[in-house]
C-alpha cells in the first residue's frame, strides 16, 4: 500500500514560536494532500487543502497567516505554525491522494505541545 | 457543505456479539464512503469503503451498507474481538471533489 510519513512525531516548544510538519508520500505522487488536526476524544477536522505548485485552500475559520502550508513538490507538503500558542496543542494529521485515486493515506501524525 | 452525523458516540459489546454504527449525510452528491479505524494515538486506517453505485459491500468479518435515497450508510462488524476496540470513523466525499468531511466517531468497547 502507499505509505505517507510525517516528521516530526511530536514536538514540544514555546510560546509564540513557530513549528514546521513534514509530510512525504514515500512510494507514490500525491497531487493534493490534506492537513487535519484532531483535539483529544475529538474528530478529523479539516484545516487545509495543499495542492502541489498552488496555493493551499483554507477551511472556514482556519487562519492562513497562522497555518502556513507549502506544497513544494508531489510528494512534500508542510505545515508550519506560527507564533504557536497552547491552544494550538494537537494531533496534526496530513493525508495524501494518489494521482487519479479517490483514498486518502494519512501519515502517523505530529503531536504539538506548546508551552 | 457536506455534513456527517454518526450514531452512536459509544458503543460496548460482549466478545462475539455485533456491532452496529450508523451514519448520515446531507450531500445528494457525495458519492464515496470510507470508514476509518483510530486506536488512541495512531493515524486512522481505513477498513472499508464504499461507493454510491454499490448498495452493500463486505470484507470477512465487515460490512458497509449505503441507502442513498435515505442518505445513509453503516458499518457492521460481526463476532466481535477485544482487538476491534477503538474509535471508528464515517465519512464522506462528493462528487469532483477528495474532501473527506468526517463523522464525530464511535468508540467501540469490546468486553472479553
Known amino acids: 500500500g502507499a505509505v505517507v510519513s510525517q516528521h516530526p512525531s511530536w514536538v514540544i516548544c514555546k510560546s509564540g514560536t513557530s513549528v514546521k510538519i513534514e509530510c512525504r508520500s514515500l512510494d507514490f505522487q500525491a497531487t493534493t494532500m490534506f492537513w487535519y488536526r484532531q483535539f483529544p476524544k475529538q474528530s478529523l477536522m479539516l484545516m487545509a487543502t495543499s495542492n502541489e505548485g498552488s496555493k493551499a485552500t483554507y477551511e472556514q475559520g482556519v487562519e492562513k497567516d497562522k497555518f502556513l502550508i507549502n506544497h513544494a513538490s508531489l510528494t512534500l507538503s508542510t505545515l508550519t505554525v506560527t507564533s504557536a500558542h497552547p491552544e494550538d496543542s494537537s494531533f496534526y494529521i496530513c493525508?495524501?491522494?494518489?494521482?487519479?485515486?479517490?483514498?486518502?493515506?494519512f501519515g502517523p501524525g505530529t503531536r504539538l505541545t506548546v508551552l | 457543505g457536506e455534513n456527517v452525523e454518526q450514531h452512536p458516540s459509544t458503543l460496548s459489546v460482549q466478545e462475539g456479539d455485533s456491532a452496529v454504527i450508523k451514519c448520515t449525510y446531507s450531500?445528494?452528491?457525495?458519492?464515496?464512503f470510507p470508514w476509518y479505524k483510530q486506536e488512541l494515538g495512531k493515524r486512522p486506517q481505513l477498513i472499508i469503503d464504499?461507493?454510491?453505485?454499490?448498495g452493500e459491500k463486505k470484507d470477512q468479518r465487515i460490512a458497509v451498507t449505503l441507502n442513498k435515497t435515505a442518505k445513509h450508510f453503516s458499518l457492521h462488524i460481526t463476532e466481535t474481538q477485544p482487538e476491534d476496540s477503538a474509535v471508528y470513523f464515517c465519512a464522506a466525499s462528493g462528487a469532483g471533489s477528495y474532501q473527506l468531511t468526517f463523522g464525530k466517531g464511535t468508540k467501540l468497547s469490546v468486553i472479553p
Open positions: 464504499i461507493r454510491s453505485n454499490v
Open positions: 450531500d445528494s452528491a457525495s458519492n464515496y
Open positions: 493525508s495524501a491522494i494518489r494521482i487519479l485515486a479517490s483514498e486518502q493515506f
